[in-house]
């Protein structure tokens, strides 16, 4: 599974090397384990828990052993959603439409496409709709 829930607030995805992903699953698990043991009201935030990955990959790169993975972290800060990109060089940024790989060349076009049509953010089944036109576009491919 390359799909993780963090907490109430943040979700993380990943794409690369299932191994270093476990592998980093396992010291967030931990991590929000010791937030939840402070027990003082906190919890780690998709902003925080993005510029965290952000140094955790930039440090493993330094040292010439990087974490094979590109990762996307969703959530909601305050009333506002979050979305960020960090890869495995330590790269990191933040965006309204975010895809990777494959999706990233030929979805995230028709993505952007449908907002600029609307001058602004989809609604749930507008957004629904323009994914399923995005899957059968990958598909079709």
């Not at 052993?65 to 800060?77: H, K, Q, R, S, Y």
């Not at 449908?114 to 957004?127: D, F, V």
């Amino acid at each position: 599974q390359r799909i993780m829930k963090v907490n109430e607030t943040s979700v993380l995805a990943a794409g690369g090397d299932i191994a270093d992903f476990q592998f980093l699953q396992e010291v967030i698990t931990q991590k929000q384990i010791d937030e939840d043991c402070r027990d003082d009201g906190f919890t780690l935030k998709p902003k925080a828990l993005h510029s965290w990955l952000t140094r955790v990959l930039y440090n493993r790169r330094s040292k010439f052993d990087p974490l094979w993975n590109i990762f996307l972290v969703g959530g909601i800060e305050g009333d506002e959603p979050y979305l960020g990109y960090v890869n495995l060089q330590g790269t990191a940024f933040t965006e309204t439409l975010l895809a990777t790989g494959l999706g990233g060349e030929m979805a995230l076009p028709v993505m952007r496409r449908a907002m600029e049509k609307k001058g602004g953010l989809l609604n749930k089944e507008e957004a629904r709709e323009v994914m399923l036109q995005c899957i059968r576009l990958g598909y079709l491919r």
